[in-house]
Every structure is written in C-alpha cells, then in structure tokens.
C-alpha cells in the first residue's frame, strides 16, 4: 500500500474493554479481513492502518490495539492522548465484561486528551449464542452515555465494518473532533504534496 | 444530528437462523439489508475452502473465479498453487496469477463459517463407521476416533507453540525494527540538526526531553533479537526460554526510565506543536519519510510502553502451550515471573508520577501554591476525593473545601485569589471517624477525631454524601494502620484479661467504679463514680461517691460500643479517651455517654448493661464480638 495515499482525514482510533472480549480479533477482522480461532496469533499487532471511505470522505485511521495491557491501567493510560474515536468492546456472552464499562468510562474520562472522542459501545462474539447481555440492555447502556451500540461477532464479521465506520461517521459530525483531527494534519496533508521537495526532508 | 436517528438501528443475529439483520428499536421495524439511513449494502456471504499448506480458496465476487490466498506467506493466486495439494471442490481456473492485488482480494473475501473443527480434516473415521454395522466394529471405530482426536489435539497443541515460538520471534523483528526506524527517521536527524552550530532547530535538550533512553532501549532489544535468531537456526529445536528470561531482566532499569519519561515526553511534543511552530514543522516533514509510513513520532514513542505487557501474553501463551518437565518450562516461568515484575513496576511507578502530577496540579488551586506544593506533594501521598462540607464547631457552622487524601485530610477557604487552607487533620497514629446519630439540627454528621484525640464535626448535604465521605476516610484511615502498626499488641492488652461470668460482671457494676462520663451539652468530660442500683444507673462525685443522679435502664432504649454519640465530639480536643473505650447508654431523650479506664472495667460495664438492656435497638455483642471488636479498633 502506498503510505502517502491521499485521504481528507487522519483518524486515531482506540479499542479498550476487557481481557478476552475480542479487541485483537475485531482489529484484525476489519483490518485485514482474517479471523483463526485456533490458530490466532498471541499478542497480534500494536496497531492497523486503514483507510475508509464515510459519506464520501476518505480518512485514514490508525487503530491502535490495548490487548494485554488490560491489568495494567496506568500504562493505557498512554494510549488515550490524542485519540478522537475509542471503540468499547465487552463479550455478550459474558456479564462480567459488560460490568465492568463502566470503570473503562470513567478511565476514558479521565484520561482522554480531545474533548468529547467519539465512542462506541461494541458487543462482540454474537456468534456464541450464549448471551448474558441482552441488546435492550446494553442499548439502554450505550444511550445513557450518549453512545451507540453495534452487535458485532469478528467470527463471522457481522457487523464489524458498521461498527468501524459509525465511529468514523461520528467523528465526521462532531465539528470539535474534525477540528482536532484537522489540527494533527493539516501541515502533514500540506506536507505530503511537497514530497519531491528536497528541503528539510533531506534530513528525514 | 444523523446520529441520533441511527442510534436507534441496531445489527442483530437471528439465533435460530444465524441470518443478521437490522432492526430499529424505536420504531420496531426490521430488515434484511443494511438500512439506507445507514449508508452501507449488506455482508456479502462467500465461502472458503481450507487447502494444506496455509492455502485457502476462495470465489471471487465479481467473476465467480475461485481464487486461492495463503495466510502464511500473504500470497494470492489465480491458479491451484503446488503446495495446496488436492481437495478442491470448485472448478480450477487457469487464469494468471495476480499477486499484486493481495490488498483489494483480501478486502473481498467474506464470512469464514468457522463451523465444526472436523471440516478441515479427511473423513477417514466417517467412511469406517458405515461400512460397519457391527457392534464391536462400532466401538472399535468410535475408539479409533477417540484416538485420532485426542491425537489431533496434541497435534494442534504442538502446533499451536510452534506459532507462539515464531510470533516471540516476528513480533519482536517488527519492534526492533520500527524502534530503528524511529531512530533513523526521527532520532538521527534531528540530532543532525541540533549539532548544527548555527540555527539549529531542535537543541539537545528538546531530544533528550522526549527521546530519553530510547538508545537504551535499541540496545537492549537488538541484543534479544540477536539472541533469537540465533536459536532460531536450530530449527525447529529451538529453546527460547533463557534467551527470553535473560531478556526480561534487562528490561527493568531501561523501560522503567522509558515509560517515566514518557508523559514528559508527550508533553514537550504538545508544547512543540502549539508553541514552536518550526519545530513541530519539521517534525511533520519527518513524518512523510517513506519508511514513516506515515507515521508520527508519538505512534513510535508509545510502542516501548506496550511492548513489555506483550511479552506477558506471549509467555503466558508459551505456557500454556509447554508440557510439564520440558526443558523450557522452569526458563518460561522464570522469564514471566520478571516481564510480570518489570511490568507491575513499571505501572506502579508510573502511577506515582501521575499521583505527583496530580498533587502538584491541585496545589496550584490554592493561594499559597508553593507552600502547599512543598508539604502536600509527598512520593507516597495520593489524592482520594474532594468536596464542600460543613465544619461544625460548637455553634459555629462553616463551609469548608474539604480535600481527602490517602493519609490526611485538609481543609481550605475559597477566596478570590485561590484556596486558603485552614488546617488538615492527619490520619495517622489511630485516627478515626464515626457516623453520628441524627439530630434535628444535624442530620447528616460525621465526626473526624486525629490521632491526639482531637474532634472534627462534618455536616454533608445529603445521606449518601456522608456515607461516601464516612467510607472514604474509613477506607483511607485503614490503609494508614496497615503501614504505620506492625501489628500492636492487641493481643497483649485483651489476652491478659480474664473472662467473667455474668453474676461476676453484675456484681462489679453493682460495686460502682470510675467512669469518665461526657458531657451532653459541651462535650467536656469528667470522672465520675458510677453504678447500677436496682434498676437504675446512677453517678456522682468520684471522692464522696455519692450518687447525686440517676436514669431508670429499663428506660434505656439501646447500649452502644465505641464513641458513636454526638456528645464524644461536642468540643475538639476534649475526647481524650480511646474509642474502644467508650460505650453510651441511650434514653429516649437523651444519652448517658461514658469512656472506661481499662479494657476490664469496659467489659464489665458494656456486658452488665447489654444484660440489663436487653431489648436495645442497637445490635448487642456478647463478650467474644466485643473482645474480636476491640482489637480490631486498635
């Protein structure tokens, strides 16, 4: 892929939740279309570029995967700076993990850098049948929070790229974020065009 | 807003089908295709067909072409590659391959079924069992088929490793490599630039602001990567649990330093970005360097800090995958015990630093900053809660702002110019707190009494605030004895007090002793020689021991434990007794409240009283709740 594709709208992108919601699954589902329930990698990737098309505007996301960092809030703390979409992942089929959203939101709160980052209410693994979370409930959830709620499974990808480009969708309405976004790129879009130029970028 | 009307489709399965669909919750309506409202067509529903070697088959969508993709090496084929070996059901194409295209096709490829494991194995076991009616044959066939499972479980179980083995490997190619690329495309240059004589852009100290330790780091992980490679020719005997345990106690020192850093480092690049528009210039130039990819300096920087957690999940994975009595395992334990340790002290430090930063953000709040910053900001202090109280003393009510910390309390003024702090009340040497009863004047009070036995009366604005405040500093004032008291011998003070019976216990309130008895109306305290007379408790002076007044108990409506009447905090600094020591005797209109001046006088007392009161409204305790009660309060 070429890395300088040209896009409108660079977009950082986060997944928190629980431990074995499905975050590296759903990641790699959207990113890379693939999905090995035995055979999946342990750690897969720190993050995934890719680029969407929303409403006719192109953006790039980089999506930036927390799996295994789970116990060790601090250090996620990192990853909220400058994000302008974090997708909340937790597993239908285990109460637990819905439980526990609310602390990710308080967290997210406390730790997100750009105001009002769009959010996501992700329920993954639908394809289990073996739910402990209804859709009313986690919807009633998701509208308390002034979020929206997707049912996704990254087994058989129901739902997966909606989820994905609804943050995107989201990030495209909310003027503050497109501010922000705009703010980290604008010089690097001015940037990209100059490639040839041998200025500055001789050095790099 | 768009939003809000989308808000209420959602994506849902169909559990008996397992056909999605989309249904408004608002409006009940449901359908098969991705509403329009929602801007998108529906999944599309291809097929693959697993193949040896890493190969799967797929159809393309536009052309109906079977196609054939490998996940091992991210090769995509037109034809029927070599390696796939036989067992294709679809008509083979020979088309041209088009390796080119892997991004687009692999974009097209659809929902795997992920069904039953057994599809993607010869149907051998199948074929046997009807070929046999007889039983035995049958069971024959079914043992033969619980020993192909069982051996096709240990063979994806050693297969599984194999693959954790190489992901140890590739994931850390990958991160040496972006590390490197970090350095070449930002750290190099940069550096370039500020050995510049004249006009540097970047100083030495904007690099070593944000790019401390990173040489370290390379370091370090270039030397495990060595490591690795080099027992990877060994293929596939390869034993990776010292490299890897090796490793992991390298990496302490380094990406403790690296991660502490790190918040300073974002910072000083948000600096950069809003007030050195050159230098933030520059760095996005940097950024369009090809092997970039168009990455800025921040999705580099945060890599170490995630790095570390991952060696974890790759362990953990390692051993879950290792048999017991393998050479491997007691290195993979060991090297996890460490990545676990590195991690869990990389996370508390850095948790102390963004405590400090808390503590030094919230000292600017007050008019005297320095000198708050100077007391309050302390390496093991941590900021609990805050909030506006009223400080009640004697008939004076003042609103305070009330800030709780893991081992003090302090309190402070607002003015114009900031806080002013008034005082602090620390939690320290057998400070406590205690709910106090309603009163129309009071409703909702809690009593804060610091280790010299000095009173504070809070008033909260609703119940639930008093509780969340009551249990905060409960919780806070625990901690602090967890650390400040190596177990203090309770044991010594109650072990040594003999049990009495009843009769005995009756017989020594009856006797009379000295009591300090709290002042309702002040707070102040005073001995005085109390007893049980018939039916009444009466007290007077200590010297003539004269009773001069009395209550009637079977007026008493509850027996308490501990300083839980108003009276104990009436007036700051007059309590001098230790809680444990206090017990109050309840009437409905008012409350005799006492502290006793040894743990044996306040069995007696509690003990006879509970047994002469015996229809408290209080829970009782009998002597072993109150003996356990005792030590825990001190």
């Known amino acids: 892929m070429a890395y300088a594709g040209s896009f409108d709208h660079l977009f950082k992108v986060l997944l928190i939740g629980d431990a074995g919601v499905g975050k590296s699954s759903l990641l790699l589902r959207f990113t890379d279309d693939s999905f090995e329930e035995h055979m999946a990698s342990t750690i897969g990737v720190d993050f995934k570029v890719k680029t969407v098309v929303v409403g006719g505007k192109t953006a790039k996301l980089t999506i930036w995967d927390t799996a295994g960092q789970e116990r060790f809030r601090t250090l996620t703390s990192s990853y909220y700076r400058g994000c302008h979409g974090i997708i909340l992942v937790f597993d239908v089929n285990e109460r637990e993990t819905f439980n526990h959203l609310q602390q990710w939101l308080e967290e997210l709160d406390m730790y997100a850098t750009v105001q009002n980052a769009a959010k996501l209410l992700v329920g993954n693994k639908i394809d289990l049948q073996q739910r402990e979370v209804t859709v009313e409930e986690a919807t009633a959830f998701a509208r308390k929070q002034a979020m929206m709620y997707v049912e996704v499974s990254a087994k058989t990808r129901a739902g997966v790229r909606q989820a994905f480009e609804e943050v995107v969708q989201k990030i495209l309405d909310t003027p503050d974020l497109l501010a922000a976004a705009s703010g980290e790129t604008s010089s690097g879009i001015g940037l990209a065009k100059q490639e040839g130029d041998t200025g500055l970028c001789s050095y790099c | ?634």
């Open chain 2, 1 to 634: 807003m768009a939003d809000e009307k989308n808000s209420d489709w959602v994506y849902l399965i169909d559990q008996e089908s397992g056909a999605s669909y989309y249904a408004n919750l608002k409006t009940k309506e449901t359908c098969w295709e991705l509403p329009e409202a929602l801007g998108g067509g529906a999944a599309e529903d291809a097929q693959y067909v697993k193949l040896e070697n890493g190969w799967f088959q797929y159809t393309d969508d536009e052309t109906g072409r079977p196609y054939y993709y490998n996940v091992k090496t991210e090769q995509t084929m037109w034809t029927l590659p070599e390696d796939a070996g036989p067992g294709v059901r679809l008509e083979e194409s020979d088309a041209a391959s088009s390796e080119g295209d892997n991004d687009e096709k692999r974009d097209q490829v659809s929902e795997f079924p992920g069904r039953g494991d057994f599809s993607e194995y010869p149907k051998s076991f199948a074929d046997d069992e009807s070929d046999d009616d007889d039983e035995e044959a049958a069971a024959e066939a079914r043992k033969k088929e619980e020993e192909a499972k069982k051996k096709l479980k240990e063979e994806k179980r050693a297969a599984r490793r194999v693959k954790i083995l190489e992901e140890v490997l590739q994931s850390e190619r990958a991160y040496v490599s972006s590390l490197e690329t970090l350095e070449k495309v930002y750290l190099v240059p940069l550096r370039t630039v500020a050995d510049q004589p004249k006009g540097a852009i970047f100083s030495h100290t904007d690099l070593d602001a944000v790019f401390l330790n990173m040489k370290i780091l390379i370091t370090v992980n270039k030397k495990f990567l060595d490591d690795l490679e080099k027992e990877y020719e060994n293929w596939p005997n390869v034993h990776f649990g010292n490299i890897m345990k090796n490793a992991a106690k390298s990496f302490r020192g380094p990406y403790t330093r690296y991660v502490n850093n790190y918040d300073q480092a974002e910072k000083h690049l948000e600096n950069l970005k809003k007030n050195d528009k050159e230098k933030h210039r520059y760095l996005e130039v940097c950024k369009t360097h090809p092997d970039a990819n168009g990455l800025d300096v921040r999705s580099f920087l945060i890599m170490p800090v995630q790095r570390v957690p991952r060696y974890r999940m790759l362990l953990e994975d390692l051993l879950a995958h290792t048999d017991s009595g393998h050479l491997d395992e007691e290195p993979f334990k060991e090297a996890l015990e460490k990545v676990m340790e590195v991690a869990q002290h990389i996370n508390e430090e850095k948790r102390h630093m963004d405590e400090m930063d808390q503590l030094k953000a919230l000292a600017t709040r007050f008019n005297d900053e320095d000198e708050i910053a100077k007391d309050l900001v302390r390496l093991d202090r941590r900021f609990v809660k805050e909030g506006v109280l009223t400080k009640v003393r004697l008939t004076h009510h003042q609103k305070r702002h009330v800030f709780l910390f893991n081992d003090t309390v302090i309190y402070a003024n607002p003015t114009g110019k900031g806080l002013q702090k008034k005082g602090e009340i620390p939690l320290t040497n057998g400070a406590r707190v205690e709910i106090l009863p309603k009163t129309d004047s009071q409703q909702f009070a809690f009593a804060l009494v610091d280790g010299k036995g000095k009173g504070y009366t809070w008033v909260a604005e609703s119940d639930a605030e008093k509780n969340e405040w009551y249990e905060a500093i409960l919780a806070a004032i625990k901690g602090v004895k967890m650390l400040e008291r190596p177990s203090q011998s309770a044991d010594a003070l109650l072990g040594h007090v003999a049990s009495k019976t009843m009769p005995q216990r009756l017989e020594a309130v009856r006797a009379g002793a000295t009591l300090m008895k709290y002042n309702l109306r002040d707070g102040k305290s005073a001995p005085r020689w109390v007893k049980v007379w018939g039916d009444k408790i009466c007290w007077g002076d200590v010297r003539t021991k004269d009773c001069k007044s009395e209550l009637k108990l079977p007026e008493a409506t509850a027996i308490l434990h501990g300083a839980k009447s108003a009276a104990f905090f009436k007036q700051q600094g007059a309590k001098k007794d230790q809680d444990w020591l206090c017990f109050s005797v309840v009437f409905k209109s008012r409350t005799l409240d006492f502290a006793a001046t040894n743990v044996q006088s306040l069995l007696d007392w509690y003990l006879a009283l509970a047994h002469l009161v015996p229809n408290s409204s209080e829970p009782l305790l009998d002597e072993s709740q109150l003996r356990a009660r005792i030590e825990g309060m001190l």
